[in-house]
C-alpha cells in the first residue's frame, strides 16, 4: 500500500499549488480521503474531505473558499488545489486514506512553504 503526495513548494502569499496523492495497493475507489496539514509546533489539522465517489466535500473553515479536494478514481488519485495561499498555509501536507471512519493509510507529507 501507497500514498504518494507531490506538488508541494515554494509560493509567495496569494498564489497556487496543486497538490496531487497517488494511490497504489488498495481499492481507492472505497475510501474517503482526506488532506492533513501539520505546521511547526502545531497539531495535525484535517484540511478537506472527499467521499469516494467523489459527490461529497468538506473543508476546514481556514481553507473554505480557497481550498478544492476532487479525486480520480480511475487514476487512483485525490488533488488539492490551493488559491489565494497564506503564511499560516505553511505546512507539512498530508494524504490520508480512510474506511467506516477508520483512518488506514497515511502518506508521507509534501512540504508547501507560503512566504514573500
Known amino acids: 500500500v501507497q500514498l504518494v503526495e507531490s506538488g508541494g513548494g515554494s509560493v509567495q502569499p496569494g498564489g497556487s499549488l496543486r497538490l496531487s496523492c497517488a494511490a497504489s495497493?488498495?481499492?481507492?475507489?472505497?475510501?474517503?480521503m482526506k488532506w492533513y496539514r501539520q505546521a511547526p509546533g502545531k497539531e495535525r489539522e484535517l484540511v478537506a474531505t472527499?467521499?469516494?465517489?467523489?459527490?461529497?466535500?468538506d473543508y476546514a473553515d481556514s481553507v473554505k473558499g480557497r481550498f478544492t479536494i476532487s479525486r480520480d478514481n480511475v487514476k487512483n488519485t485525490v488533488y488539492l488545489q490551493m488559491n489565494s495561499l497564506k503564511p499560516e498555509d505553511t505546512a507539512v501536507y498530508y494524504c490520508?486514506?480512510?474506511?467506516?471512519?477508520?483512518?488506514?493509510?497515511w502518506g508521507r507529507g509534501t512540504q508547501v512553504t507560503v512566504s514573500s
Open positions: 490520508n486514506a480512510q474506511r467506516f471512519g477508520v483512518s488506514l493509510y
Open positions: 495497493g488498495f481499492l481507492f475507489s472505497r475510501y474517503v
Open positions: 472527499i467521499g469516494d465517489a467523489g459527490d461529497s466535500t
